[in-house]
């Protein structure tokens, strides 16, 4: 069994065969793409999947790219285009590594913003020592960064249903990552928490623990609020898959290449840890497929109840949804009052 890479430009040319094996698309970040360069020295996530079966992805990931952009046709064209256009692979699922660089770029926001506008408190907004490495961090800056992300999210949510229904969305946690000076591309980029957390004066003995719970974090808020929200959203836990980096090292340690990167191998313990036997639970049920007709997709499943969003999610939206066939862009709808759909059965194969 093989995963297989290909690009945008594979798919448009014909490069790709999706009659033998399943087609995923993805996009994303770093840790859907490479992490430094030469990029095979941290590969990705991605390139490390074991489905069980074979599957291609058509990925659209990249460094640097924010989870609050991946929806939007004018930043991604070929993405959306891959999405909407009659004749493309019948998308079985969709991968997303999105989140961290939002959470690095409120992590750098300095005392210019408001205490809800960025995720650590500065020396004189600590709070006190029992509340832990958290007295580092803005609880309420979270909250607003969480509804960027939802937002987000629910906009995927309406691209795929709009389009591929039965497709499941299926994303990752990250590790428990050490801020330190290891930057990537040879000090071009990075280091990203490290200069963060010095200039908001945390002391360095409590870098990793307060890195820690805003991993943690992140991990509740795709369980409890994007999991609850929209349907086929399926969360791999990759926290603790790898080994972390030791304090104070600028360069390869243990399983991490930079201070937000894992190596090849790293990828891969992680990937072996946490991710390959759920996917392989989910995709024992996806099929082979060359062409998708958009215009007659397949009535949704019903994922099953979800919960009422908080009131800002729970606002009706109006969400773009491009379609290459009747060019057209319908209102949206709010997430509290979008139809219920039906989780789609466990089980699965994998794909190595």
């Known amino acids: 069994m093989t995963t297989q890479i290909y690009s945008h430009q594979d798919l448009m040319q014909g490069r790709t065969n999706f009659n033998q094996s399943v087609p995923v698309i993805a996009h994303g970040d770093s840790w859907g793409s490479f992490g430094s360069l030469p990029p095979w ?8 999947m074991d489905f069980g079966k074979d599957v291609g992805i058509v990925n659209y990931a990249m460094p640097g790219q924010l989870l609050r952009d991946l929806p939007d046709p004018r930043k991604f064209p070929t993405f959306h285009l891959a999405m909407t256009l009659r ?72 691209l795929r249903d709009q389009n591929y229904p039965r497709m499941e969305i299926i994303t990752h946690v990250y590790d428990y990552m050490t801020p330190r000076f290891a930057p990537a591309v040879g000090g071009v980029s990075g280091p990203w928490l ?103 997709a397949p009535k949704s499943l019903d994922f099953g109840p979800k919960s009422t969003p908080a009131p800002k999610q729970a606002k009706t939206k109006a969400k773009a949804k491009a379609s290459a066939k009747a060019g057209s862009k319908a209102a949206a709808k709010s997430g509290a009052q979008r139809a219920t759909k039906a989780k789609p059965k466990a089980g699965a194969k994998r794909s190595t």
Not at 41 to 48: A, D, K, M, V
Not at 92 to 112: E, F, K, Q, T, V
């Open 194 to 296: 490290a200069p963060a957390f010095t200039s908001a004066g945390i002391p360095a003995g409590d870098w990793q623990a307060a890195a820690r719970v805003l991993v943690d974090w992140f991990h509740d808020f795709l369980e409890q609020r994007v999991k609850t929200t929209i349907g086929g959203f399926v969360v791999l836990d990759t926290r603790g898959g790898s080994v972390p980096a030791a304090p104070g090292t600028t360069g390869i340690s243990n399983d991490w290449a930079n201070e937000i990167h894992l190596t090849a191998a790293g990828y891969r313990r992680l990937a072996t840890a946490t991710c390959n036997p759920d996917l392989q639970a989910h995709a024992a049920q996806w099929t082979t497929g060359e062409i998708a007709d958009t215009l007659a």
């Open 41 to 48: 020295i941290t590969g990705s996530l991605f390139n490390q």
């Open 87 to 158: 004749g493309m692979p019948d998308w079985r699922a969709m991968l997303i590594s999105g989140g961290g660089n939002d959470l690095i770029d409120w992590a750098r926001r300095g005392p210019g913003y408001d205490l809800t506008q960025r995720v650590l408190r500065h020396a004189d907004e600590f709070l006190p020592p029992d509340h832990g490495p958290s007295r580092y961090l803005s609880q309420t800056g979270w909250t607003h960064l969480c509804e960027e992300l939802l937002d987000a999210y629910l906009d995927l949510d309406a």
